[in-house]
């Protein structure tokens, strides 16, 4: 079976899963324990964990504190700085296209009391610079805005709205699952970037582990921020809980391969991309439609259009040979609110499926497509 659905998940890399083994068995010591070799070792293995993960993004280690996911770094951030910050504000700033994750945490707020501005993206599925500029008050306190997005592919404008929450003292948080480990992200640079969202199980890491980034300032001193999960004081007092060691060596692991292959991998995926647009539109000629933004985008995240056809039935006639999805695995029994973003029908909508695709695969694998 052909598996076209990375941007679901992936994979766990072999050299991950080497590496996570020995603490699924053996060395099963509790990091936060004390002087005796497991501890120590557990200690040793996250220690490392949390420096590859730093590097992948250029920040420092103790700026990263490991969560189940995204979807926790997501409600840890939002709720977190948004509860610490509401004496200053209470007007909050995100996106119509955001994972429901983020999309579902403004409605809570909302819900209680605080003024939510959902900036809708144009058809390309991304806001611009000035439409960002202009939703600010003197209330704004916060901004959560995607880096690129999981159906499309899209990317937003990151680097600007970065700069422009810099000038504007807003807390900006990022959801970047779906960039990391596919795209340069370096939050050194991107110093308007106060905190943000990867997830292990986008880039051939395990599942139900990722990571915060949240920025210390000038005296290493995190900002005001309420934690999600309280308890025993682990990562920094701010996300408590005994660390998952196996995960969290499964993504150091991931992140350390995804850096060292960060060039080569996207310069494979453009190519791979490449190729099964001009083979799709070949063998379906204008039966076909992209959806997807053609530059600014994520390398291998492709959502296309079969006028005519309904996608669930695409999707379950492919299922025994080759693995996509009808959008977002996270919410795919609803019409998809990204494609809606973007001005789809219902129609199109419903005849629209994402093709993600791996660096690891080869062209000749995508040649399947021309028997369908
Ligand atoms: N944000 C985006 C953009 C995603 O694509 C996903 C996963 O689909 C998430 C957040 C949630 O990630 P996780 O599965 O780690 O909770």
């Known amino acids: 079976m052909l598996y076209l659905d990375n941007a679901a998940t992936t994979p766990i890399h072999p050299e991950v899963k080497q590496a996570m083994l020995p603490y699924l ?32 993004i250029n ?4 700026e990263i504190i490991f969560t189940s996911g995204a979807t926790e770094s997501n409600n840890f951030i939002i709720k977190g700085i948004t509860a610490a910050r509401s004496s200053l504000g209470k007007h909050i700033i995100t996106t119509n296209v955001e994972h429901p994750s983020v999309l579902a945490t403004f409605h809570y707020l909302q819900e209680i009391g605080f003024t939510v501005t959902i900036l809708p993206v144009n058809e390309e599925g991304c806001i611009t610079t000035q439409q960002f500029q202009e939703a600010l008050t003197p209330q704004t306190i916060f901004a959560s805005i995607q880096w690129g997005n999981n159906e499309i592919g899209t990317l937003h404008p990151i680097e600007a709205i970065a700069n422009i929450c810099l000038r504007h003292n807003i807390f900006l948080h990022c959801d970047a699952t779906q960039v990391v480990g596919k795209l340069p992200v370096d939050v050194t640079q991107l110093q308007g970037i106060n905190a943000l969202s990867l997830s292990a199980h986008k880039f051939f890491g395990p599942k139900g582990v990722g990571a915060t980034f949240l920025r210390k300032d000038q005296y290493g001193i995190f900002p005001t921020i309420t934690p999600l999960i309280h308890g025993g004081g682990q990562e920094q007092g701010l996300r408590s809980g005994t660390l998952a060691v196996h995960n969290i060596v499964g993504l150091g692991k991931a992140s350390e391969i995804a850096l060292q292959h960060l060039a080569q991998h996207q310069h494979k995926l453009d190519v791979l991309e490449q190729y099964l647009i001009t083979l799709l539109r ?91």
């Open 282 to 372: 070949d063998t379906f000629g204008e039966h076909i439609h992209f959806n997807h933004h053609s530059k600014h985008k994520i390398p291998g995240i492709i959502s296309v259009r079969f006028s005519g056809i309904n996608n669930e039935l695409l999707v379950k006639k492919l299922a025994p040979i080759i693995a996509v999805s009808t959008g977002s695995a996270c919410s795919s029994s609803q019409p998809s609110h990204v494609l809606a973003a973007i001005g789809l029908s219902l129609d199109e909508i419903r005849q629209t499926i994402r093709i993600s695709l791996s660096p690891y695969l080869d062209k000749e694998a995508l040649d399947l497509f021309k028997t369908l």
């Open 59 to 62: 920040c420092q280690p103790d």
């Open 25 to 56: 068995v053996d060395a099963f010591g509790n990091p936060s324990s004390k002087y005796y070799e497991l501890a120590t070792d557990a200690q040793l293995a996250t220690s490392e964990a949390r420096q590859h993960v730093a590097k992948l």
